[in-house]
């Protein structure tokens, strides 16, 4: 893991927070140009809040970095995500051309990158991301479980 890796997953963290102020479940995400470490984008989950099914924190900060860069590839940048993404997330991400992706909490449930469709891993897949999971993730799986414990 890079220092670049740390301190977007401290600021992923940052957007999942927001997220569970705003009642989201708390999952945030950066994206950050892989050689200076800059921060292109950054998003925190609104599905409810918008009202729409695909506004997961991954798709909304892939949209405003592609908005930025006037350009639907994002090569030669990075995600980072507290939470592993779900196969929906995944192929956005595979679509994008994203360099490499860091998250946080593992999702047995409902991820689709270690977990679930393994989405990278399908033949039909043409764009893999280098993948490094388990950065912060007792912090990410600690919001979430906190985050759900109290609405039950």
């Known amino acids: 893991m890079s220092d670049h890796d740390l301190a977007m997953m401290r600021r992923a963290l940052d957007q999942a927070q927001a997220a569970a102020r705003a009642d989201e479940t708390p999952v945030g995400a950066v994206v950050y140009d892989l050689a200076s470490g800059e921060v292109i984008a950054e998003a925190a989950n609104a599905p409810i809040?918008?009202?729409?099914?695909?506004?997961?924190?991954?798709?909304?900060?892939?949209?405003?970095?592609?908005?930025?860069?006037?350009?639907?590839?994002?090569?030669?940048?990075?995600l980072a995500v507290s939470l592993e993404p779900c196969a929906m997330c995944a192929g956005a991400i595979s679509l994008a051309r994203i360099g490499r992706l860091v998250f946080g909490a593992e999702d047995p449930k409902g991820g689709g990158v270690i977990h679930g469709a393994r989405v990278f891993d399908q033949p039909t897949c043409h764009w893999r991301p280098k993948v490094a999971s388990g950065l912060l993730a007792e912090e990410s799986a600690t919001l979430l479980r906190a985050f759900f414990r109290a609405r039950r």
Request: aromatic content about 4%.
């Open 49 to 78: 809040t918008t009202c729409d099914p695909t506004a997961h924190a991954e798709i909304l900060a892939l949209r405003l970095a592609a908005r930025a860069r006037g350009n639907y590839r994002l090569t030669g940048l990075g």
